[in-house]
């Protein structure tokens, strides 16, 4: 079955890292662009992350630059999403999706499809 699955989200306190996984089975994931997405209820999802096909290049939202980072690992089939210094702005769904291009980040955000994903909470 192709799939990614995303984990690691996790309570925290302001302040606090984790790191995210996405994991992916059924297919290669290298020659993919990733993207990091966020929703939270209410509000539309938004790209928050990208890293290119060739790792050559990364985006990052002006609200999680600096303090996320997006890295892959071919041995494992997966892209993480570190970040650092979370915020209680920063409490959402976290989901990833495989990508032929980051210039494709904006137009995934708003499809509806998602699966669970992992849910990141920040307190304050």
């Known amino acids: 079955q192709v799939q990614l699955v995303e984990s690691g989200g996790g309570s925290v306190q302001s302040g606090d890292s984790l790191r995210l996984s996405c994991v992916a089975s059924?297919?290669?994931?290298?020659?993919?662009?990733v993207g990091w997405f966020r929703k939270v209820p209410g509000k539309e999802r938004e790209g928050i992350s990208c890293?290119?096909?060739?790792?050559?290049?990364?985006y990052y939202d002006d609200s999680v630059k600096g303090r996320f980072t997006i890295r892959r690992d071919n041995a494992k089939n997966s892209v993480y999403l570190q970040m650092n210094n979370l915020q209680p702005g920063d409490t959402a769904i976290y989901h990833c999706?495989?990508?032929?291009?980051?210039?494709?980040?904006?137009?995934?955000?708003?499809?509806?499809?998602w699966g669970q994903g992992t849910q990141v909470t920040v307190s304050s």
């Open positions: 999706a495989a990508m032929d291009s980051c210039d494709s980040l904006t137009l995934f955000s708003r499809y509806d499809s």
């Open positions: 890293l290119s096909n060739d790792d050559a290049s990364t």
């Open positions: 059924g297919f290669v994931l290298d020659g993919f662009a």
